[in-house]
């Protein structure tokens, strides 16, 4: 019976990988395009605050002002990536614990389950089926 599941389970995987590539490659054509009208946009952004404040500071002071402000943004920018990465990291090792955990706890059951063989392949399929969902699903939590 479960040798009759296993092709099954195979193609359907397949599909969902198909799809899975096909969303991505529409997905980075989109976000392409986006980023590229996005870009000019900022840039047209950049060059209309430089025309409004030269005239009130001069253009030397205006691009000064312009430079200082984005390197102020940009620093608040990469300290807030650096708080995000840290608590990711945090948060990764609390879950690697929590595998850990389960995964001796599973190896100490391990003995009584080999004293079946209807149990020790219910086992060696969950165990697949675990892996299978931590590999594909593994990287869209938070």
């Known amino acids: 019976m479960f040798l009759r599941a296993i092709p ?3 193609g359907a995987v397949s599909r969902d990988f198909n799809g899975m590539v096909r969303r991505a490659k529409r997905n980075a054509v989109l976000s392409g395009i986006a980023a590229v009208c996005f870009a000019t946009a900022y840039v047209a952004g950049v060059v ?3 025309a409004y404040l030269a005239p009130i500071f001069g253009p030397a002071m205006a691009a000064l002002l312009i430079a200082a ?4 943004t940009g620093l608040v920018v990469v ?4 708080f995000l990465k840290h ?3 945090k948060r990764k090792a609390h879950s690697q614990v929590a595998q ?8 100490s059951i391990l003995p009584q389950l080999t004293k079946s063989k209807g149990l020790l392949v219910t086992a060696a399929l ?9 590999t594909l699903g593994g990287e869209d939590r938070d």
């Open 100 to 107: 850990r955990l389960t995964l001796a706890a599973a190896v």
């Open 126 to 134: 969950g165990g697949l089926a675990l892996l299978a969902a931590q």
């Open 8 to 10: 099954m389970a195979f």
């Open 79 to 82: 300290a807030v990536l650096s």
């Open 69 to 72: 402000i984005m390197a102020v």
């Open 48 to 50: 209309a605050a430089g």
């Open 87 to 89: 608590r990711d990291r």
